[in-house]
């Protein structure tokens, strides 16, 4: 409390006061949460929130705060108390880390050998557990992202190449992996469109996903995505020869409540009869809808239901969603390039992955990630439920240390 009768509330940028050091070669070395959190400068601002917290609470039992008081500090303690309590589990666990070192390194003769077995075990779950309790941490640091929970609109595009269908058959693949992804995850997975080449690959599909923390699990899969294989039939594959494709991935969030508003005198609305599997009412009744935006020329179509009606109601579901994400883009950039990463952006020029089926390889080039078995992860369950929440972790690392270095900013500036 001030002298002048009132709390003033810090804000997180003002509950620090330290130097800090972080550069491209510190940066280099947070590859996870436990290296970010042993880091001297995140320690020293841990620990000033966790004195700040011990003040706030104190005060808050002074009888002498009125109302206003009273209110500013019990906002204030429930925005430091989760903080207090993972800094408090997190030191504990570290405690209980170090005291089993000491005990290892007692435990080094032949005869105590089963004991050693257990208690490297037992250290290699407790530093599970510390890696947990970092990232819950850091998650509480850096703001939450306001479309973290919302469902999305997923489209796939292939790509052109040279070596014959290579894209559109990988386009059908990844088509299928964010299909058998939903379903790993238990979410709701709509096709709204679908347009299969003629050989039995895709050439462009669109999926409306719902359920828990979608857009915050496929933010990053927004990008150009890299396929390099043997054709299966032709020349190149009598030749093995390798042939290099991509294709492309958008995902754009959209929030339950998306308040655009579209003049139906700036619609084209055409109707045509739909391709692809779908019963006998394919290529017989025009049912397939494609609604364009005069103003920005955006285009959309849907054609998986039987009903026209039903058709143009999801189609302008899906323009409101990109009219919308014309709104936020802006913000989800500059909120993006803040982590350094460039992720979960419309940017198609942006390699993010290559799957290299002769090498059985697929790497991540944003955090420089390498794993084997491309099927396990084209099947969509556990190995790319992994690979994106590696990718979640790094996002989150970067976060923190983005916040840090703009803590340093401020602190030069003299605020």
């Not at 709390?7 to 972080?22: G, H, I, M, V």
């Not at 973290?148 to 992996?177: H, N, W, Y």
């Not at 299966?232 to 995902?251: D, K, L």
Request: glycine share 4%.
């Amino acid at each position: 409390l001030h002298n002048c009768g009132f709390w003033r509330p810090k804000s997180l940028l003002d509950t620090a006061r330290f130097t800090l050091s972080f550069n491209s070669c510190h940066r280099k070395n947070h590859q996870d949460s436990q290296a970010l959190w042993k880091h001297e400068a995140v320690q020293k601002y841990l620990e000033t929130l966790n004195k700040e917290y011990q003040q706030v609470t104190h005060l808050l039992n002074a009888d002498s705060l009125n109302d206003f008081e009273q209110r500013t500090l019990r906002k204030r303690c429930a925005n430091l108390s989760p903080i207090a309590a993972a800094f408090q589990e997190i030191k504990e666990a570290e405690r209980e880390v170090q005291e089993l070192e000491a005990m290892c390194r007692e435990l080094d003769s032949r005869d105590e050998k089963q004991l050693l077995e257990l208690a490297l075990e037992e250290k290699e779950t407790l530093d599970k557990k510390m890696n947990m309790l970092c990232r819950k941490l850091f998650r509480l640091l850096v703001p939450k992202e306001k479309y973290d929970r919302s469902p999305v609109i997923l489209e796939v595009t292939a790509g052109r190449t040279t070596g014959g269908d290579i894209c559109q058959q990988f386009t059908k693949e990844m088509f299928e992996m964010y299909q058998n992804y939903a379903d790993y995850k238990r979410w709701t997975f709509d096709i709204v469109n679908y347009m299969p080449a003629e050989i039995g690959g895709l050439h462009h599909a669109a999926a409306h996903i719902s359920g828990e923390d979608v857009y915050k699990h496929l933010k990053y899969e927004g990008g150009t995505h890299r396929v390099q294989r043997i054709p299966e039939t032709g020349m190149s594959s009598r030749m093995q020869r390798i042939h290099t494709g991509t294709m492309s991935v958008i995902v754009l969030p959209q929030p339950e409540e998306v308040d655009v508003k579209v003049d139906p005198k700036d619609l084209r609305i055409d109707t045509f009869r739909a391709k692809g599997a779908g019963g006998q009412h394919v290529n017989k009744t025009d049912s397939a809808v494609r609604i364009v935006h005069l103003p920005t020329g955006l285009a959309v179509e849907c054609q998986q239901e039987r009903s026209q009606q039903m058709n143009k109601e999801i189609a302008l579901r899906t323009l409101r969603a990109k009219l919308y994400q014309q709104v936020i883009g802006k913000q989800l950039s500059q909120e993006q390039s803040a982590r350094k990463l460039q992720l979960g952006t419309r940017a198609q020029s942006e390699r993010i992955r290559t799957y290299n089926f002769t090498q059985d390889r697929v790497t991540d080039h944003r955090i420089s990630y390498d794993t084997r078995n491309i099927k396990e992860i084209l099947s969509g369950k556990e190995a790319l439920d992994k690979l994106i929440n590696r990718l979640l972790e790094f996002a989150e690392i970067e976060a923190v240390t983005e916040y840090l270095e703009n803590l340093q900013a401020f602190e030069g500036e003299g605020c």
